[in-house]
Structures are given as structure tokens and as C-alpha cells.
């Protein structure tokens, strides 16, 4: 007979926890990928894992390819494109800040506007972007004001969460925010969160059956500029380096970046187990231990 002691059994069970818990592949650090850009926004990744991003002061949108590590400009100009995130089809839907756009870039560069306007009024400038199961399309609309705009200021006095259906309907969903910025659904297509960057909180509501924003609850006291999940469900906010939450809202983990200011993240490679993180004149990569969430 094998006896097995209580110990044995116990650090076998902790071990197992720790495993499950654990986020970041252990010894890893962020690395750098590049720094010669002048502001990294809005990551989003393709089918295969490969990364778009964009260097919204250049006009750039890039492409890190997760074969071979290499990046290479996707488009340029492109509408001054601010956050990214793909449709089932393999369109690529941009927060097209030049003129307040939502753009869908298909993968030969045909673009096509999906919103130009609300009620016969230019947007703030949409700035992130994400799409439900059921296709309805949500994106946040805050007002900075740009160097490259003509315009110096709103002409729509709030600024929202908007949801464009997929017949063409646009129509507000949230508009009790003060400066919307960072959002991203959960892939069953039922919970949105939506980081107020103006009020320093995020939020999280139910999705209704019919597209709209309800019973919404503070997830935790702090803004995000971007926003991703991961496939257990947990939450990475942006600001200060990234910040990881589980779905009650405590803290996981705080992942440091070297910069000022995390702009945005999101989790690409070809397993979605890269976290790619946008950070001003930079972007890094961390390997992880989670997954993305399924899209």
C-alpha cells in the first residue's frame, strides 16, 4: 500500500490553486517590441492572432505579425483611427477620429463609413469600439479636443455610448457618463463594461435583449483608457501600467509598464496568450498564462 501524507496532498491542491490563478507565465516581464512611434492606441487582433495598432499622431495603422514578431504599416493615412477590434468577417471597424468617424476597413483597404453622424451632428470622436455576437456594434464617444481638428468644440453636448445595429440603426445606449472612454463585452454577448475615464470609475451593465444598456453597477473606482478580457473572465484596465480584475471587481494583479501613460491592451499570438500592450511611444509584449477571451 502507497501511503500518501496530508502534506503531500495539500501542496499538490495549493500548487493547483496557484496554477489557476496564476496570469503572467512565471519569470516573465514585458518586453519591448518598438518605441518609435508617438502614440500607441487601440490593439485589436485577427483570427490568426496578429495585432493591429495604431499611431493616431502619424496616421498609422500597423500590423505586428505573430508568426514572425515583424510589424509593417497596415495603412496610411487612416483617418486618424483611434481604438480597432474586428467583425466576423475579417473587417477591421476603426474609431476614424479625423472626422469622427466609425470606419470598417476591409482586408484589401476598401473603407467603408458605418457612422458619420448623429441626428445631422458630428460625434466627440469615437474612440473605442466593440462588436456583440448579435452584431450590434457599441462605442464610446468622449470630446478631446485635437491639434488636427478644425472644430473647437462639441456639437453635441454629451458624451455617450452609442449602438449602431446591424440594419444601420444608431441610437444612445448610455448617457449618463462624463467622459466614456474604454469598453469590451463578455462573448456570451450578455455583460458590457464601460470605463468613465472623466469620473476615474468603470462600470458594468447588462446587455438587454434588444441591444440596450441595463442595471448598470460599479465595477471598481477606476477609469481605463483601453480594456480586454481574458478567458476566465477577468478584467485588464489600463492607466497606470495594467491593472487585472476578477468579474466581483478585486484586484488581481498589477502589471508595471515603463511608461507614463498605458493606453490600451489586448491579447493576441497565435494561441492568445501574448499580451499586447500599447504605451505611448511604445509597445510590449508579456506571454501569459491565460488566454484571451474567446471572441
Known amino acids: 500500500m502507497v501511503k500518501i501524507s496530508l502534506v503531500a496532498v495539500l501542496a499538490v491542491l495549493l500548487s493547483s490553486c496557484a496554477s489557476q490563478n496564476q496570469l503572467v507565465k512565471p519569470g516573465r516581464e514585458p518586453q519591448l517590441l518598438a518605441d518609435t512611434f508617438s502614440f500607441t492606441e487601440g490593439p485589436a487582433a485577427d483570427a490568426a492572432g496578429n495585432v493591429y495598432f495604431t499611431d493616431q499622431p502619424n496616421d498609422r495603422i500597423y500590423k505586428w505579425d505573430a508568426q514572425d514578431g515583424t510589424l509593417s504599416v497596415f495603412m ?50 469615437p474612440n473605442d469600439i466593440w462588436i456583440a455576437p448579435n452584431g450590434i456594434l457599441y462605442f464610446t464617444d468622449p470630446y478631446y479636443q485635437r491639434d488636427y481638428w478644425d472644430r473647437t468644440e462639441k456639437e453635441l453636448e454629451a458624451e455617450r455610448v452609442y449602438a449602431l445595429t446591424p440594419e444601420g440603426e444608431l441610437r444612445i445606449v448610455a448617457d449618463d457618463l462624463v467622459k466614456p472612454n474604454g469598453i469590451i463585452g463578455t462573448p456570451d454577448g450578455k455583460t458590457l463594461y464601460v470605463a468613465d475615464i472623466g469620473a476615474d470609475k468603470t462600470y458594468v451593465f447588462e446587455i438587454a435583449d434588444n441591444g440596450g444598456l441595463i442595471n448598470k453597477k460599479l465595477f471598481t473606482d477606476q477609469g481605463s483608457d483601453g480594456m480586454t478580457l481574458d478567458s476566465r473572465g477577468n478584467v485588464y484596465l489600463t492607466g497606470k501600467g495594467v491593472t487585472v480584475y476578477d468579474k466581483a471587481g478585486t484586484q488581481l494583479e498589477h502589471i508595471a509598464i515603463p511608461r507614463d501613460w498605458t493606453a490600451n491592451v489586448t491579447f493576441g499570438g497565435t494561441k492568445r496568450r501574448t499580451l499586447f500592450i500599447t504605451a505611448q511611444q511604445g509597445v510590449y509584449l508579456l506571454d501569459m498564462d491565460v488566454k484571451g477571451a474567446r471572441r
Do not use: C, H, M
Not at 487612416?78 to 476614424?96: E, H, P, S
Not at 476591409?106 to 458619420?116: E, I, R, T, Y
Open 76 to 125: 496610411e493615412p487612416a483617418g486618424r483611427a483611434n481604438g480597432l477590434y474586428f467583425d466576423t468577417n475579417g473587417n477591421l471597424l476603426a474609431a476614424a477620429d479625423n472626422q469622427s468617424e466609425i470606419w470598417s476597413i476591409s482586408p484589401d483597404k476598401d473603407v467603408k463609413v458605418l457612422v458619420a453622424s448623429f441626428e445631422d451632428k458630428r460625434l466627440n470622436g
